[in-house]
């Protein structure tokens, strides 16, 4: 009965470091240095292009992988070299992880019952997750005869169940259509918040990553770019990278002078500082004499996003604008594009020292 | 030239016609939901099937079927059925199967070797399926199933012949490892039981290793991330998913044992061994005209009913596991 007394010991709310965690497959390095404190509690997403290294990082937490150098830490406590089954770290994959031959119940319960919890405690405890996954009515159900989204529920039961230090999820709605991904999206958020589990979310789907994170930790080539909330990423991006991988943004051309406010688009020429405009920080104003022409419309309900370009120098503006202006900008107008506020980020002329930024 | 007998996975005569068919189930009904064999809901879309101009397209299938299936089935029913009467006419009657009592040593020995064979290559074919896919090289999975599919179906007097040759009792590695010391000869149940292995154990990998390649990786790391070790994964999940393909590819060694003629018939010959298969041809070839004949037809009627009931039940548990590994 010690298994289970650890179990229930391991109550939610543990910080995570990841200590100057490298990796090397062979020669290629997948991770450099990753400095990560995760607070108790908290829930990162890791975003990134595939192959950036954040299943390797996650699958390092996991106990999957072994570091070439460095130490994670869960409570303060070095678990570097504890195996992944002594971990307790509950772990949510990207699909079809339910174990098939088993039923719903029986899945929820696998976690507890290696820990050799008694039938009764076990079949109360898997009742209460899936109730509170919504899934009550499926407990005898096998996962082949449940959907999708069900079955990224019952995987999400079955780590809960044993109630983890941490939670780790693998990119786990990314097999989901739309709708029920934002559902599970939602419900995974609520829980977490619910049992204060400290989580790490992986992911490439920007939207995702900043609509349910606390922090957001964007990965390239092994290195995180930066390493805030989700507001401060879409509105401050600390790199071109981060600028372009998360949302939208039209580069601009700026003299030196530029200190904000309202601003013709011109090109990105060498000599000129680059902007990063967000598709809300520009507007279209048709414009005879204008440079540029409207190319297409997407309408996504609430806002319309326009494209126009000029033909002469490849510039290419995004704007985002409410359905009534989009009246206005049907494809083939000619119009003058506008910076209107300050830009998301704006990169030095400089070209020795790409990554200098000028204070706007 | 000899006729194999065995049945492979790619002509099951166990396999209702309609199964040949196009839209053999309801069109876009999922697995496992089809309404019960019997019932006039699985045959409706066969039966608009067959009105559509591209039934036009089985007809060579058909056939296939009607020449080499059909007929021969027919024929062979009706003369098992058929009893001579006093007077000189015939009558339908269960007497030809109630003449094979003296065939039981027959029956027995078939039973015997075709249970002891194919759980011997159940037990070393899935060990090696097994062992191939933890080596995880999708090339050497491709491999192994072409070369195991053509050793499966290579059987009949060449097969015998390598036996003799090389085991038999002047065979080379008769001699090299001196077996006849410990009293081992090929024309035994023994000798019959080691030269099945030669296509029964590939008959198992190919059968199994799909299954094994099958096992997600996902599956090992949810049990491990659950805190399970490797015996925990194997003995909940890994085995209990493995189980229905383990015990369907025992039953097709069984009915492919139990149905094999070719190298028997050149390995012992009809003489102090029978076998049901070695039984029918010693009753087609002798002296003892119609009567002979109603007992050979009798025992093969008696061997299809035991291939429909096998390949039966061997479809059943193929179709359970690659459910689950889907």
Redesign the interface.
């Known amino acids: 009965m010690t298994?289970s007394t650890t179990a229930v010991r391991q109550e939610a709310g543990n910080d995570v470091v990841f200590d100057g965690i490298t990796k090397s497959f062979g020669s290629t390095q997948v991770l450099q240095s990753i400095d990560l404190h995760i607070s108790s509690g908290e829930l990162v997403t890791v975003l990134g292009p595939s192959g950036c290294g954040k299943t390797t990082a996650l699958r390092i937490l996991?106990?999957?992988e072994k570091p070439s150098s460095g130490r994670v830490l869960v409570n303060g406590q070095d678990i570097t070299s504890v195996p992944?089954?002594?971990?307790?770290?509950?772990?949510v994959?990207?699909?079809?992880?339910?174990?098939?031959?088993?039923s719903v119940q029986e899945n929820v319960e696998?976690?507890l019952?290696?820990?050799r919890v008694d039938r009764g405690k076990r079949a109360a405890r898997a009742k209460e997750l899936l109730e509170m996954c919504g899934l009550a009515e499926f407990a005898s159900r096998y996962p082949?005869?449940l959907s999708g989204g069900q079955q990224q529920r019952v995987?999400l039961a079955?780590?809960l169940a044993?109630q983890p230090g941490v939670l780790?999820l693998d990119e786990p709605l990314s097999a989901l259509d739309a709708i029920v991904r934002s559902q599970i999206r939602e419900e995974i958020r609520r829980l977490q918040q619910q049992l204060g589990i400290t989580t790490m979310f992986v992911t490439h789907d920007q939207e995702e990553a900043l609509s349910i994170a606390d922090r957001v930790a964007v990965l390239k080539d092994g290195v995180i770019e930066q390493l805030d909330e989700p507001r401060t990423i879409y509105q401050k991006p600390s790199t071109e990278f981060v600028a372009r991988f998360v949302g939208s943004v039209t580069e601009v051309g700026a003299t030196r002078d530029y200190r904000g406010g309202a601003l013709p688009v011109q090109h990105p020429e060498a000599g000129l500082d680059t902007l990063f405009v967000r598709p809300e920080d520009i507007t279209l104003v048709p414009d005879e004499d204008g440079s540029c022409t409207v190319i297409s419309q997407i309408y996504t309900g609430e806002r319309t996003i326009v494209r126009a370009t000029n033909p002469a120098n490849d510039l290419e503006v995004t704007s985002s604008v409410s359905a009534v202006e989009a009246s206005d900008l049907v494809p083939g107008t000619r119009v003058t594009p506008q910076v209107m506020s300050t830009p998301a980020l704006r990169v030095s002329a400089n070209k020795q020292n790409p990554a200098e930024q000028v204070t706007v | 030239m000899s006729v194999p007998v065995a049945p492979t996975p790619g002509s099951a005569p166990g396999a209702p016609p309609g199964a040949a068919a196009p839209g053999g189930g309801a069109p876009g009904a999922p697995p496992g939901a089809r309404p019960p064999l019997l019932s006039r809901g699985r045959w409706d879309g066969v039966t608009t099937a067959l009105r559509s101009p591209a039934v036009l397209a089985l007809a060579p299938l058909t056939l296939i079927i009607a020449v080499f299936f059909l007929v021969p089935i027919f024929g062979m029913t009706t003369i098992a059925f058929a009893v001579q009467t006093d007077d000189g006419g015939t009558r339908i009657g269960l007497d030809n199967f109630l003449d094979l009592s003296s065939h039981s040593r027959a029956m027995r020995n078939s039973v015997l070797i075709s249970v002891v064979g194919s759980l011997i290559a159940a037990v070393a074919g899935s060990i090696t399926a097994f062992c191939i896919a933890q080596i995880k090289s999708e090339r050497l999975d491709s491999v192994v199933a072409v070369f195991s599919s053509v050793l499966a179906n290579d059987g009949g007097a060449p097969l015998a012949f390598s036996f003799i040759v090389t085991l038999g009792n002047t065979g080379i590695i008769f001699g090299l490892l001196g077996l006849e010391a410990i009293g081992f000869t090929l024309y035994s149940w023994q000798g019959l039981v080691a030269m099945y292995q030669y296509f029964l154990i590939p008959t198992m990998i190919m059968v199994t290793l799909p299954t094994f390649v099958g096992l997600r990786k996902e599956w090992t790391e949810a049990n491990t991330s659950l805190g399970g070790s490797r015996l925990t994964f194997w003995r909940r999940v890994g085995i209990p998913i493995a189980t229905p393909a383990l015990l369907g590819g025992w039953i097709l060694l069984f009915g492919s044992a139990f149905a094999t003629y070719a190298s028997a018939a050149v390995l012992i010959g009809s003489g102090g061994f029978p076998l049901i298969p070695l039984s029918i041809d010693s009753l087609l070839g002798s002296g003892l005209g119609a009567g002979g004949q109603s007992t050979a037809m009798a025992l093969g009627v008696t061997m299809v009913v035991i291939a429909v009931v096998v390949l039966f039940f061997f479809n059943r548990l193929q179709r359970r596991s690659a459910r689950w590994l889907q």
């Open positions: 298994e996991a106990g999957f992944a089954n002594r971990r307790g770290i509950g772990m994959f990207q699909a079809y992880s339910l174990f098939p031959n088993l696998y976690g019952r290696v820990r082949h005869q995987a079955r780590a044993i780790l």
